[in-house]
């Protein structure tokens, strides 16, 4: 057993986003391919948890559904377990930043958007930050603020995220 | 002790950081550190960046931090591994 699980599955999913990109480039030859990523947005021990597995689900249909109706084909698709939560992928028939705007707006806009992060990369794997398309941060479902110095400052308790995820999700 | 080869720890999913090592010539350690939170947090990064390296004597190497919002432990930890895979024979 690894000193580090979570930090083994993030580090597994971030290989797994470059293989897939050389794989698909194989299979599609001809395609210019981004590729999507929906994990839990919560303290790896709610992802855990088995509550919220669901939702990797929803998001995958709900973008599945937008790119249909985008007129964007995907050429591939598939959701996997990691020992910190469960995951899933799709690879779309797009520019990243077409995908990109599409994710972020599922994020915003679905009502359960804030527990979900779609991360979005290009044909070879490369990941693209909202700061790099323009797009405002990530709100800590919390407070508010920047999330990432919410997370990184450790500002708030997992009781305190879990009430939150609870409350959004009864919404 | 030097950096043997180039390699990477981490990744650039959110509150993870991707370090690379490349060897470099001579004795001397390059450091870059890139973070989304420079502002608040980028002096500590390299403070611990730079004590590890130090504690673990690494030597001739560059060290790129991409920062995505790391605690401190998972930045420890990433940089244990990537010092260990870079000095593995």
């Known amino acids: ?171 | 002790m030097k950096a043997l080869e180039a390699v990477t720890a981490g990744s650039l999913e959110s509150s993870d950081v991707l370090i690379t090592i490349t060897p470099l010539d001579g004795e001397g350690v390059e450091y870059v550190i890139d973070s989304i939170v420079i502002k608040q947090f980028g002096k500590r990064i390299r403070q611990v960046t730079e004590e590890m390296t130090r504690q673990a004597g690494l030597g001739g190497a560059r060290i790129h931090v991409q920062d995505r919002g790391a605690l401190e432990c998972t930045l420890r930890a990433r940089l244990e591994t990537a010092i260990e895979r870079s000095t593995a024979s």
């Open chain 1, 1 to 171: 057993m690894s000193r580090h699980p979570v930090l083994d599955a993030r580090e597994l999913r971030w290989r797994k986003k470059r293989e897939l990109a050389g794989e698909t480039a194989r299979q599609f030859p001809e395609a210019r391919a981004a590729f999507a990523f929906c994990t839990l947005r919560m303290p790896a021990a709610l992802r855990i948890s088995g509550k919220y597995h669901g939702l990797v689900a929803l998001f995958q249909n709900a973008l599945r559904k937008t790119l249909g109706s985008s007129g964007i084909a995907i050429l591939a698709f598939g959701t996997e377990q990691y020992v910190d939560g469960p995951g899933s992928w799709l690879a779309a028939e797009c520019d990243a930043m077409t995908l990109k705007r599409l994710a972020v707006e599922l994020e915003e806009e679905h009502p359960q958007g804030a527990l979900i992060d779609i991360d979005v990369a290009d044909s070879v794997g490369n990941p693209l930050s909202r700061r790099d398309m323009g797009y405002p941060a990530r709100k800590c479902l919390v407070c508010g603020e920047d999330a990432v110095l919410c997370s990184a400052g450790e500002n708030h308790s997992l009781s305190e995220i879990a009430d939150r995820v609870e409350r959004m999700l009864a919404k």
